[in-house]
């Protein structure tokens, strides 16, 4: 499958973003889907995961009750609706989707290594 990662841009803090990640395929509705960020010099660490039904979602604890992930498997779309953005949120966010090997516990997702498909980055920038 390859994703591509739309949505970034320059924002205040206290605003808005929603990325997107468009799938190609036919089994979209088979992933697991991460939104991850990495900033300069840090390791890639996971922001939000959607099991494959979209009937489970897991955060990290930064990003929990600012964040929504979502996805329309119809249009083979997932969605990282960010709100009550901060400065520190400011990196490279990337989509990834892996197999859902772990059944429907989410956590199990949060490991960059289980994710076999990555889109390219797309940069969010929040100013103070």
């Known amino acids: 499958v390859q994703l591509q990662a739309s949505g970034g841009g320059s924002v205040q803090a206290g605003g808005s973003l929603r990325l997107s990640c468009a799938a190609s395929?036919?089994?979209?509705?088979?992933?697991?889907m991460g939104w991850f960020r990495q900033s300069p010099g840090k390791e890639r660490q996971y922001v939000a995961i959607?099991?494959?039904?979209?009937?489970?979602?897991y955060y990290a604890d930064s990003v929990w009750g600012r964040f929504t992930i979502s996805r329309d498997n119809a249009k083979n779309t997932v969605y990282l609706q960010m709100n009550s953005l901060k400065p520190e949120d400011t990196t490279v966010y990337y989509c990834a989707a892996a197999g859902e090997v772990f059944g429907n516990f989410a956590y199990e997702y949060v490991r960059e290594s289980v994710y076999g498909y990555w889109g390219q980055g797309t940069l969010v920038t929040v100013s103070s």
């Open positions: 395929g036919r089994t979209f509705n088979s992933y697991v």
């Open positions: 959607i099991m494959s039904s979209g009937a489970g979602t």
